[in-house]
């Protein structure tokens, strides 16, 4: 599904990510994790098209699309949800849901798409593929309020909507659970779980809670200063002597 060769990818002097090799086979939960500023952001931005490498090459099933734009990489099956949130206040979750559809409409600008494509023959379609979103991830009491006046973890749960109503193959999480209640992030461990089960995709995810990304994930891959550590079953990596270092240098950073 996913394949990233030997990634590297600078700001100034600075190595964000140096000669990364990443796989995601299709079905798979890979987590990626590291301490902060270890890369793990940087590469999903490099996948999705915000910032191509400087070097390596970046292949969607078998397609290198190595410095493509953004909305070509989304049409591909590519969807992704952001660290920190980006929902559109004033808009309901089931407006910012409907965002989410945009890849597959014809129209280019937002707005138009939000409130013009609504009646073209895509229609029943777009509704269809909209409300079973809605359904599956258990929105419906909250489609019509504002975004804004939602409790973090239903605000995370209306971003992870608006990417499954692009009908990802790829699904891209960016922290989904930071700063969850532990009821919150069980419903989400579970809907991650079932968005691979029910909907196929394949899921890259990047996350703090340890305990989260040893339930879930298939395999781990760990990044350290955009150098990739480790790479295999989550007990494996878990045990593993660079990766306790990595993260005990984090902690001594800390204090
Ligand atoms: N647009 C940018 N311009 C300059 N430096 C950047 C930019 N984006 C990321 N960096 C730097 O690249 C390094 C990797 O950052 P990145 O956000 O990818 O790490 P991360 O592992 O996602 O961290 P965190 O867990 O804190 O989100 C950091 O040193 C960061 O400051």
């Known amino acids: 599904m996913l394949q990233c060769q030997q990634i590297h990818r600078s700001f100034g002097g600075l190595k964000a990510l140096s000669a990364v090799d990443l796989s995601v086979e299709a079905g798979e939960i890979v987590g990626l994790i590291g301490p902060n500023g270890s890369g793990k952001t940087t590469l999903t931005n490099v996948v999705t098209g915000f910032y191509p490498p400087q070097e390596g090459r970046v292949l969607l099933s078998g397609q290198d699309v190595t410095g493509w734009r953004p909305h070509r990489v989304a049409r591909l099956g590519v969807a992704r949800t952001f660290q920190n949130l980006a929902l559109f206040r ?4 089931l407006e910012n849901i409907l965002l989410g559809r945009h890849v597959h409409t014809r129209a280019g600008v937002l707005s138009a798409a939000l409130y013009w494509w609504w009646g073209r023959t895509e229609e029943t379609r777009q509704r269809r593929v909209v409300e079973e979103v809605i359904d599956f991830l258990q929105l419906e009491a909250v489609r019509d309020e504002p975004v804004e006046l939602l409790p973090l973890g239903l605000q995370k749960r209306v971003e992870l909507a608006r990417a499954l109503a692009a009908e990802p193959r790829l699904l891209i999480l960016d922290e989904p659970m930071a700063g969850m209640n532990q009821e919150e992030k069980e419903y989400m461990a579970r809907f991650i779980l079932d968005t691979r089960e029910e909907r196929g995709a394949a899921i890259l995810l990047i996350e703090h809670h340890m305990d989260v990304v040893m339930g879930v994930c298939d395999r781990v891959a760990v990044l350290d200063h955009g150098v990739k550590i480790a790479d295999g079953p989550p007990p494996r990596v ?9 993260y005990l240098g984090e902690a001594d950073h800390a204090s």
Do not use: C, D, T
Not at 90 to 93: I, K, M, Q, R, W
């Open 238 to 246: 878990g045990g593993a002597p660079a990766v306790i270092a990595a």
């Open 90 to 93: 004033g808009l309901s979750a």
